[in-house]
């Protein structure tokens, strides 16, 4: 990518009630800008704020995170998809695994898979595991294969042969046919979406690479097609679940790479915060308006996994919750997801009792509040009926919060529940609160990790309203608010650097394997990457053992440090290690190649946000409210309210705040 000198660069970040735009001048002032998304051409509102933002000024990138794919698996709205397999494999898509989400629930099914059984389609070909042909690949029964596409009317095709991670001639030849005979129809091959071992994963992940690819590419063309037409004509980078970006084109081919895109980008950005800050363990808090994530970030870096599963009441990278979602086995970023945002919407059960989420009044119509024709009680109407988030104008002006509107809503589910409207609202705050606990607990104390020992990094147009209560049931001591809260995530997006990956399954044992071995077939890989730093990792398991545990090589590799680092990680995950001697697997071998970093070191914030009023009546009692400026580098005793342009930082009873002068960062303390 060429920079431009003096140009800015533009940062977007796709939610599902809001879109975020940040643009980065090169002296490090900022401008932002807040609209709705607009359901369903999310592109609309991207393209409209980053050419409202740019203006006519020179622009070197612009970089995007999004949720539009993730949206597309959770609601069940992607392309009509069909996979092509191996004779005798064509149901290990609804076989799965064996792990279900609900051990003593006798009547849970398992979810229904994104393919149906009737476009799931054989072809009698058969690779060896070593390589040998057993059956070689029929061109006229591919062309029948595809004759059956094209009568279905698929839109999308997912073909993954057996053994084609290491042997992919016959999984080639057969997408050169499919792609000859299907003119519009996208064909997702899995030697190119994940070249390793195990079939339903291999299977599953260019599922639904191929279910959100059409998708994906209407959207990611339509963007491109705005930009230019408002004469942005810099590079389109998309955000990587792993944390990086990568080109548009790649995102088009290879989508299910970003389905964390949105997500990512802010732990990205909370890494940069937390380490400019000095803490090397935080946990990555985000509440935005449909959801809320968590990541853990331990001793210096972000926590990263290889497996993912979206679409469950817990979207997370925990081996313990699998079965309720679609397994995605990428990079990315270690992140749990629950549907609890600002616009989630409270309901009475078949129990008659409260509860909150998942379902959100999103964009359209927002929460009662916001005036645009929502009639149900959502977190943001119990917010502001607790005085926690102020009335009026939110950010750019397009809402105008209404306190009585937030009533309205408050008082029929009130009188069905036999409650009032104050125990209502303080209820609804207090379920999103333990539904948000789920996140945050499955990505520290159910890894072992104890909460007090990380800050809690809070962001989201709803995270800092909630973050010290979560701090106070979590035992966190500290929480950190940054600049820009509720533009987080943009931010995050500036910061990111341009990523890529190549892998290659092995069998090697760990003891005896000549290191120079590892060496070769890292070069391999280092071959067909471009990078600056490029960073190699293994994939080891004990002999036996199902699940590889990933760890850092060094180059040249050093055998002894290698077996070092498995088993000391082994015993940090599982509380144990292996018998002297033990016999170790290698299974994988992986390079990333990380682009040029960009850093935030000189963001300039202007003059700063000021509150309309200097107290508000709260469920605290009339609490002094305050701006982010006027919070000094001196501790503060809470409580009390920090506005800002889109969200608002409560500081509850027994919190202080401070302002760190060199990053514009709230932090907040418990006494």
């Known amino acids: 990518m060429t920079l431009i000198d003096n140009a800015a660069r533009i940062g977007v970040d796709v939610g599902g009630t809001f879109t975020d735009v940040v643009l980065l001048r090169a002296d490090g002032t900022t401008a932002i800008r807040k609209v709705l998304s607009t359901p369903p051409n999310y592109d609309a509102a991207v393209v409209e704020a980053s050419a409202l933002l740019a203006d006519g000024a ?274 990315t970023i270690d992140i749990a997801e629950v549907g609890a945002g600002g616009g989630s919407i409270a309901w009475r059960d078949t129990a008659g009792g409260l509860q909150v989420g998942p379902r959100s009044a999103g964009a359209d119509p927002g929460p009662a509040c916001y005036g645009r024709g929502g009639t149900q009680p959502t977190v943001t109407d119990a917010n502001v009926f607790l005085g926690l988030v102020p009335e009026g104008s939110l950010a750019d002006g397009e809402i105008t919060v209404d306190k009585s509107l937030a009533v309205e809503s408050l008082e029929p589910l009130a009188v069905e529940l036999g409650l009032s409207p104050t125990e209502l609202a303080s209820g609804i705050h207090a379920i999103a609160n333990a539904r948000m606990m789920r996140a945050l607990r499955s990505v520290s104390s159910e890894k072992g990790r104890d909460p007090r020992d990380f800050a809690l990094i809070a962001y989201g147009g709803a995270g800092p309203v909630h973050a010290t209560g979560l701090a106070e049931e979590l035992g966190c001591r500290t929480v950190l608010v940054p600049p820009l809260a509720g533009l987080f995530s943009a931010m995050g997006l500036l910061h990111a650097r341009p990523e890529f990956h190549e892998v290659r399954a092995v069998h090697l044992d760990a003891r005896s394997v000549d290191p120079a071995e590892l060496d070769g077939v890292f070069a391999e890989l280092e071959e067909r990457l471009d990078g600056v730093e490029l960073v190699r990792t293994a994939e080891l398991r004990y002999d036996g053992q199902t699940w590889e545990i990933e760890v850092e090589a060094s180059d040249p590799v050093d055998r002894d440090a290698l077996i070092d680092a498995f088993e000391a990680e082994h015993e940090r995950l599982y509380g144990v290690r292996g018998e002297p001697g033990a016999p170790i697997d290698v299974r994988a071998l992986r390079v990333a190649a990380l682009g040029p970093a960009r850093s935030l070191e000189r963001l300039s914030l202007g003059d700063g946000f000021l509150p309309a009023s200097r107290s508000r009546a709260t469920v605290l009692g009339e609490l002094a409210v305050r701006s982010r400026a006027s919070i000094g580098e001196t501790a503060e005793a809470g409580p009390l309210l920090v506005d800002e342009y889109d969200t608002t930082v409560v500081v509850r009873p027994g919190w202080s705040a401070r302002r760190d002068m060199a990053t514009e960062t709230l932090v907040l303390e418990r006494s």
């Open 58 to 331: 020179a622009v070197d990138g612009v970089a995007h995170g999004t949720t539009v794919a993730t949206n597309a698996v959770l609601e069940q709205r992607g392309a009509l998809t069909a996979l092509v397999t191996t004779e005798g494999f064509r149901d290990v898509l609804e076989l799965r695994r064996l792990r279900i989400p609900r051990m003593y629930e006798p009547f849970w099914r398992k979810p229904d898979p994104l393919v149906p059984r009737r476009l799931r389609f054989e072809i009698g070909e058969r690779m060896a595991a070593d390589g040998t042909v057993l059956r070689p690949l029929d061109d006229a029964e591919a062309c029948e294969v595809a004759a059956r596409l094209r009568d279905a009317g698929v839109e999308s095709v997912a073909v993954c042969l057996l053994h084609s991670y290491l042997y992919p001639e016959h999984e080639e030849r057969l997408g050169e046919i499919l792609r000859a005979e299907l003119p519009g129809v996208t064909v997702s091959l899995s030697s190119e979406i994940l070249r390793e071992q195990r079939e339903y994963e291999r299977t599953a992940t260019t599922v639904v690479n191929a279910y959100v690819r059409p998708l994906m590419e209407r959207y990611v063309g339509a963007i491109r097609t705005g930009l230019d037409e408002a004469g942005i004509e810099a590079p389109l980078t998309l955000m990587q679940s792993s944390g990086g970006v990568m080109t548009a084109d790649d995102a088009k081919a290879r989508p299910v790479l970003a389905l964390e895109s949105g997500p990512a980008a802010g732990v990205v950005a909370a890494l940069e915060i937390a380490r400019r800050l000095g803490y090397d363990n935080a946990i990555a808090f985000d509440m935005g308006g449909t959801t809320a994530k968590a990541s853990l970030i331990e001793r210096g870096a972000v926590s990263r996994g290889r497996e993912y599963e979206v679409g469950g009441s817990l979207s997370a990278g925990s081996r313990l919750m699998r079965g309720s979602g679609e397994l995605l086995r990428i990079p």
